[in-house]
């Protein structure tokens, strides 16, 4: 039996960075929607509705793109996912910019920036599942929990570290369009990066021997080179292609989870800005607005990396435990931000939800991928990314529609769903071998 090689650091940085680019940019214009919707006089719900068609296609397409990874290898799928970003956010930019100058209409610039939207959401979707099946097939059993906290520490970190820093990118001549330029640059950094630091894994059957003269190599050649699970270890192409059904009993109580959680993570997120906005009065004044709702996702992002980067590898949570506590923790935030009407409420409220959030996530992604077997972690990885889109399909429009409608309907709803994650949980989230 042979062991997996532990990632070169320079790698991990590269990887760390592919997921948390496209998270801090995808989110970084949440903060800005307030804004966007009293710049162009549109209806909050509308500027929510923007996001719901890239959300859905991010869940048609991230299992496929997973499972091409398998055969094209995961380097080149990253790439993908990177040019997609990157396209995306410089469109939506410019189409942004365009509208809020007068020189296009608001419907005219939503129906564009939607359009424009979809190239994160069908071709985005590559990176994170193949960045989660490279660090997955290359890491042992015992040691996968630690290394996926780390890659969803980056996307959790990426969606309040967006938000956050984009109103220090209002300059002229962008405005509001600003943040969305900047990130479409950082993208492209990364994607260099990438080609620069991460050798090509493209897998070619015949290789296969010589691939494993190399001790760099995480991949094993024979039946007999597999772990005591029958795992087969490194990131050898499987000879057919995996397709797990969502019904899986191994893995669907922790995708339930996921999607539970993830629709409540989506709401919360969705909606805070908006709150921030109309509780400290700043409707009419939108660059107050970003700045305001962007420094209480900084608070937030200080929580989530405390979540992440601290309590878990400091009290050695298991994947169930970081659910479970971290939904209750989500839970005590989102009822604190509820009730609250200063800025300091709304922050303690939402810096104790990301906290709760901040273990919730890599609980329910290390869950997920150690109830499966190595060679599966291709279909998983995509299972776990559509799970995560699905969130924001609908959830955040949801939200901000109940906002409008009844403050308070939007945060039972949200308390609702954590009380019912955290009850049905403790039953129904079983423990892989060798996780706790």
């Not at 890659?151 to 509001?176: D, E, K, N, Q, R």
Request: with cysteine.
């Amino acid at each position: 039996m042979s062991a997996v090689q532990a990632i070169p650091n320079s790698r991990v940085v590269v990887l760390f960075l592919v997921m948390l680019v496209a998270a801090a940019g995808n989110t970084a214009m949440q903060s800005a929607l307030p804004a966007i919707a009293s710049e162009l006089d549109m209806p909050d719900v509308w500027v929510s509705l923007a996001f719901s068609w890239s959300a859905l296609l991010w869940v048609i397409t991230a299992p496929k793109w997973a499972r091409l990874s398998d055969r094209r290898g995961r380097k080149q799928l990253m790439s993908i996912g990177i040019i997609g970003f990157v396209a995306s956010m410089g469109m939506c930019g410019l189409v942004l910019w365009l509208g809020l100058a007068g020189l296009i209409g608001p419907v005219v610039t939503f129906i564009l920036f939607a359009l424009f939207r979809s190239l994160y959401g069908g071709f985005g979707s590559a990176a994170p599942p193949a960045v989660q099946a490279y660090v997955a097939a290359r890491t042992e059993r015992a040691e996968r929990t630690k290394a996926l906290s780390m890659l969803a520490s980056s996307f959790g970190v990426g969606t309040v570290i967006g938000p956050a820093t984009a109103h220090y990118f209002l300059f002229p001549p962008f405005g509001l369009a600003g943040p969305l330029i900047m990130f479409a640059a950082f993208g492209v950094a990364v994607l260099i990066a990438l080609h620069v630091q991460l050798p090509n894994d493209t897998p070619r059957f015949e290789a296969r021997g010589a691939v494993a003269t190399y001790p760099n190599s995480a991949s094993m050649n024979s039946p007999d080179d597999e772990d005591v699970d029958g795992d087969a270890l490194g990131s050898v192409l499987p000879t057919r292609e995996i397709r797990l059904p969502w019904r899986d009993d191994r893995m669907a109580s922790w995708l339930i989870a996921g999607l539970i959680g993830g629709h409540a993570q989506a709401i919360i997120l969705g909606v805070v800005g908006f709150l921030v906005r109309d509780r400290l009065g700043l409707h009419d004044r939108p660059w107050q607005a970003v700045q305001a709702s962007g420094s209480v996702m900084l608070i937030g992002a200080m929580a989530t990396l405390l979540a992440q980067w601290g309590l878990i590898p400091m009290l050695s949570l298991a994947a169930r435990s970081s659910v479970l506590w971290g939904a209750g923790l989500a839970l005590v935030g989102t009822i604190l931000t509820g009730i609250s009407h200063d800025f300091y409420g709304i922050s303690t409220g939402f810096a104790i939800a990301s906290l709760g959030f901040g273990l919730f996530r890599p609980g329910f992604t290390a869950g997920a991928s150690l109830a499966v077997h190595r060679h599966e972690q291709g279909d998983v990885a995509g299972k776990i990314a559509s799970i995560n889109g699905a969130a924001y399909i609908f959830a955040p429009a949801v939200g901000v529609a109940l906002f409008n409608y009844w403050e308070p309907a939007t945060f039972i709803l949200i308390s609702a769903s954590l009380l019912f994650l955290i009850i049905w949980g403790r039953r129904a989230l079983v423990v892989p071998d060798g996780a706790q």
